[in-house]
């Protein structure tokens, strides 16, 4: 199957998807911060870029966006049908790398909690809010929040 969309016009719309900033990431922050929370954003010097970081409970957050990083059974994930091969390798060295970040962190004594986009659209801000307050609560080394409809 051919793009439906000019190269030049596919690689501009790629380009501008945004790798910091994204709205789930930004509206994570406003929980976060309406929760009390106060934390440090992309720290170059962890492993993996933590898109938020709670240094004094050494709490690793990622938000991830359920394409690009090929969220298991997600609605929001869909390998597209052009190019399949390439997609299917790139979207797999995303997997692999996210987890390898995760293992080095966590070894490193940081709980890590993976967010994904599909939450951040499908629960209401206090659900999803309560949801990671209850997790930066427990004792658990990591974890994984998605929509509803993914558990």
């Known amino acids: ?3 439906i969309v000019q190269p030049h016009v596919r690689s501009r719309m790629m380009s501008g998807i945004k790798g910091k900033n994204s709205k789930p990431e930004i509206l994570v922050r406003r929980l976060l911060f ?3 929370f ?4 992309h720290r170059r010097d962890l492993p993996g870029t933590p898109d938020i970081v709670l240094p004094g409970r050494k709490i690793a957050i990622f ?3 359920c394409f690009w990083h090929a969220h298991n059974g997600c609605r929001y994930f869909k ?3 052009t190019r399949p091969d390439f997609w299917k ?3 797999q060295g995303n997997v692999e790398r996210d987890q390898k970040a995760i ?3 966590m070894s490193l004594g940081w709980r890590v909690l993976n967010i994904w986009e599909c939450a951040t659209r499908e629960f209401q801000g ?10 930066i609560n427990s004792d658990a080394p990591s974890g994984e929040i998605g929509s509803q409809t993914n558990k």
């Open 79 to 81: 390998l597209p049908s």
């Open 1 to 3: 199957m051919t793009d």
């Open 126 to 135: 206090q659900e999803l809010g309560e949801e990671i307050i209850a997790w």
């Open 89 to 91: 390798s790139k979207l």
């Open 103 to 105: 293992i080095n962190l």
């Open 34 to 36: 309406a929760a009390g």
């Open 38 to 41: 106060r934390f440090r954003l």
């Open 63 to 65: 938000v991830h966006g």
